[in-house]
């Protein structure tokens, strides 16, 4: 959309309440994306770190916990972002459970 100022002081009101608008605009978190199915409490978050193994796997760390996902792991869903998040859990027995697995085209 072009819009056309006839004067200087209108150019200045535009661009103002367009400055506005945009500061106030909420931008999204990662976490209002995840699905409720796999996320309850803060489970969810982007990966810290990502190492792809020889055998295919991603070895996967968030939020301080570790998980291999296997390179033949079918349940992968679509990132918005393009980067990849897991869903994770940890069990009473200190294991680490893989809830979702999430990327981006590529990853």
């Known amino acids: 959309m072009r819009l056309r100022c006839t004067g200087r002081l209108?150019?200045?009101?535009?661009?103002?309440?367009?400055a506005g608008a945009a500061?106030?605009?909420p931008q999204a978190h990662a976490h209002d994306w995840y699905?409720?199915?796999c996320c309850g409490d803060r489970d969810c978050a982007p990966a810290d770190?990502?190492?792809?193994?020889?055998?295919?796997?991603y070895l996967?760390?968030?939020r301080g916990l570790s998980v291999a996902i296997p390179g033949d792991y079918h349940n992968w869903r679509q990132a918005p972002d393009g980067r990849l998040h897991v869903c994770l859990r940890q069990l009473r027995s200190g294991?680490?459970?893989l809830i979702c697995a999430f990327r981006g085209p590529g990853v």
């Open 35 to 37: 699905p409720l199915e």
């Open 49 to 57: 770190t990502v190492v792809r193994r020889d055998d295919g796997s």
């Open 60 to 62: 996967v760390t968030s």
């Open 95 to 97: 294991s680490v459970y």
């Open 23 to 25: 500061a106030q605009t």
């Open 10 to 18: 209108c150019c200045i009101a535009l661009m103002a309440v367009w």
